[in-house]
């Protein structure tokens, strides 16, 4: 069974617009239509969660086993692909490809799902291609890339447990994080809660003194006063005993 992942469902999608590429065997208004039609069709990408039974027999630190577990996964949605069209993604990391025409839509929309343990930020290559319905198939029409994000192995550990907001602990994450940016984070929390109790410190220091000014004002006076008194008595002493 694939390793599974409890996360809460998030949708991160990208409208990735088209770059036309020129097909030589069609006739110039077919070509335009088709183009037309190209410019509609839309490759994007979220991220969901979905139950599927239970098939681990180990039990969870609680001593329970849940019949159902959750795990994520990226579903590619393709949108208004047309009879006159085609679609071939290929997937850089795994090397799978597949091919899509109108026919597989439900409703105008193709889903195709991607396991997200299979991909480390994968570069999500498609292109379009006239279909057999069109004088000229198998031109290519559109070609471009999407990047499909990974899952981030330090999504709620160490400091991101309170550094929700650093893109070291986004959930997913584009570009892959290297041990040395988690690091580098790590050791800037560090020194930043190093600061603030330095900080408090003397904050705490300053409030002290402020709170406490007057007394440790007349408290150094009484010791002043105390001492040239002291001083005033033995001085008169020593004087008594020169007379004498």
Known sequence: MKKKKLVVIGIIAGLISMQNVSASNCESTELSMINQEATKVKVAYEIKTK???????ELSDTGERPETVEYSFINVKITNLTGNLYIKLFNSTTGESKLFSSSDATDGVINYEIDDDSIHVANLDYKLYTSSQ???AN??????????????????????????DAPECQMYVT?????????KLAEKVEKRKADDI???D??????FFEKNKMALIIGGSVI???????????IKKRRSRLIW
């Open 51 to 57: 139950s599927v039974p239970n098939n681990n027999p």
């Open 134 to 136: 069109t004088k000229c």
């Open 139 to 164: 031109e290519e029409i559109v070609a471009n890339t999407i990047k499909l994000p990974a899952y981030n192995i330090y999504y709620q550990t160490g400091p991101c447990i309170t550094e929700t």
């Open 175 to 183: 570009e892959e994080i290297t041990a040395d940016q988690f690091q």
């Open 198 to 200: 330095n900080q408090k």
């Open 202 to 207: 003397k904050d705490e220091d300053k409030s």
């Open 224 to 234: 002043i006063v105390s001492g040239v008194v002291t001083t005033g008595v033995v």
